[in-house]
């Protein structure tokens, strides 16, 4: 016997964004006859004694989260079920702070500024660890007068605190930073080893869903110790190919130093990594590509990759990295905000990714590079 247990039927989104003074439909269940009640915010809207179900119509409230609550009781039990809806104030139309790059803008070491790429969305929030996932006005982004761009200035951060965050867009749609540098993966980081990536902030479960973002202010910059090193002659490549996942069985960077004394002793001028970018899944060539400026968890951090080029100079061996600029995997932020599910390809509307390839061969979504976006 699970005992008591409660559901809503609908609406099926756990969160949505809904406009004031509409109607909600909503329909709940519970597993064993209870009193049954309904709550808006803490306000009680509906109630059905000796009940398994509860259906009524709520009307959508003022600007702001709402966080809609059926709780079931009987003399022994009670449980409770909820869902959020937010209700979007007015945009504010407003251009960012000249300087400002798309992506997460360092100011100080306790502030960060978020600017998204977004034509044509009705309303984004901001939400993450700072204000505990939930997307209440204080956090929706403010828009450029271009219509697309939209950003938001976040003060009172601690400094080195790593943050997770992602943007909520049209009240429906969960997405990371298309130009994060740091990502998480609730499906796949559990498979990366400590010894590869030691201290790996832990995906935010039970608050979201979807790849999240990481970022932090007051990073340290890397100590780099070839401060005299000289690229080979392009006549003088001698060029190493190999993919991390397959060349070493530990499959990251602090074990691939080991291997640079051997390397060297080839004649080899310079090792090419085959992608290193964030890409699907943990295992894979690397041609998938979800976001272009994060690093692969899979391969190690960012400062043990810093290491590793650094050590390479010290060898006189250059470092080339295979990027993937033709194409995004269908996780990537850019397909998912105009994705058309019907054809399972890039919407018309796209702003970065052709719906269907220009060229014969095709893999993933193409990019259009005469899009300005792009």
């Not at 003060?155 to 080195?160: D, M, Q």
Request: aromatic share 10%.
């Amino acid at each position: 016997n699970a005992g008591l247990l409660t559901t809503f039927l609908s609406p099926s989104a756990n969160v949505f964004l809904a406009n004031n003074g509409s109607t909600i439909a909503v329909k709940t269940a519970a597993s064993q006859t209870a009193d049954l009640k309904l709550f808006d915010n803490g306000t009680q809207v509906a109630a059905e004694p000796n009940a398994t179900e509860l259906e009524t119509n709520i009307t959508a409230g003022a600007a702001g989260v709402h966080k809609v609550e059926f709780v079931a009781t009987t003399a022994t039990e009670s449980d409770t079920s909820s869902f959020i809806y937010v209700v979007a104030g007015n945009v504010v139309t407003q251009n960012p702070p000249a300087g400002t790059e798309l992506g997460i803008n360092y100011i100080d070491n306790q502030t960060v500024r978020f600017s998204l790429y977004a034509p044509n969305k009705q309303i984004v929030h901001v939400m993450g660890d700072f204000n505990d996932w939930l997307p209440d006005g204080n956090f929706q982004m403010k828009r450029g007068t271009d219509n697309a761009t939209w950003w938001l200035e976040l003060t009172g951060l601690t400094p080195g605190q790593q943050y997770r965050f992602q943007y909520l867009v049209d009240g429906a749609m969960r997405i990371a930073d298309p130009l994060s540098t740091l990502v998480l993966d609730a499906g796949n980081d559990p498979f990366i080893p400590a010894s590869t990536y030691p201290n790996l902030p832990a995906y935010p479960t039970g608050k979201t869903s979807g790849i999240v973002s990481v970022l932090q202010t007051a990073q340290q910059p890397f100590n780099w110790q070839a401060t005299d090193y000289v690229r080979p002659k392009k006549t003088d490549l001698v060029v190493y190919e190999l993919l991390m996942r397959d060349f070493i069985d530990a499959h990251d960077y602090q074990t691939l130093l080991d291997t640079l004394d051997y390397i060297e002793r080839l004649g080899v001028t310079a090792i090419e990594l085959m992608p290193i970018n964030e890409f699907d899944g943990n295992q894979s060539w690397g041609y998938n590509p979800s976001f272009h400026k994060a690093l692969d968890k899979y391969y190690g951090t960012a400062e043990a990759f810093k290491l590793l080029v650094d050590e390479c100079h010290k060898r006189n061996i250059a470092v080339i990295l295979d990027v993937v600029f033709n194409q995004a995997s269908g996780q990537s932020p850019l397909a998912q905000l105009y994705w058309n599910a019907s054809a399972n390809q890039p919407a018309a509307d796209n702003p970065w990714l052709n719906p269907v390839a220009t060229h014969p061969f095709s893999v993933f979504n193409d990019f259009n590079h005469e899009s300005q976006a792009t």
